[in-house]
């Protein structure tokens, strides 16, 4: 059964930055994709970025040139680094793998 375990969330002042992890138990992110995505309060779900085995990334238009997706494969995790942060990156932050693999989520506040 596959675990995914996010943390590195908190509070931060607009501008800052922050690293998000995504660590993985039963399974092996260096051969399987995985989706970072956020929710804010009343809001649908969103993409942030993903990473493909071939460490192929992408990235929503909202994120992009701000948001780096990456992975180490020795430690079986995943990071979102976010820096030049917006108080409109508010929300928590859940990494995903496919099908079905959800983490509970780490909280992200950026203040003005």
């Known amino acids: 059964q596959v675990q995914l375990v996010e943390s590195g969330g908190g509070l931060v002042q607009s501008g800052g930055s922050l690293r998000l992890s995504c660590a993985a138990s039963?399974?092996?992110?260096?051969?399987?994709?995985i989706y970072w995505y956020r929710q804010s309060p009343g809001k649908q779900r969103e993409f942030v970025a993903s990473?493909?085995?071939?460490?192929?990334?992408n990235y929503a238009d909202s994120v992009k040139g701000r948001f780096t997706i990456s992975r180490d494969n020795a430690k079986n995790t995943v990071y979102l680094e976010m820096s030049s942060l917006k108080p409109e990156d508010t929300a928590d932050y859940f990494c995903h793998q496919p099908p079905r693999s959800w983490g509970q989520g780490t909280p992200v506040t950026v203040s003005s």
């Open positions: 990473i493909t085995s071939t460490s192929n990334t």
């Open positions: 039963g399974s092996i992110l260096s051969i399987n994709p």
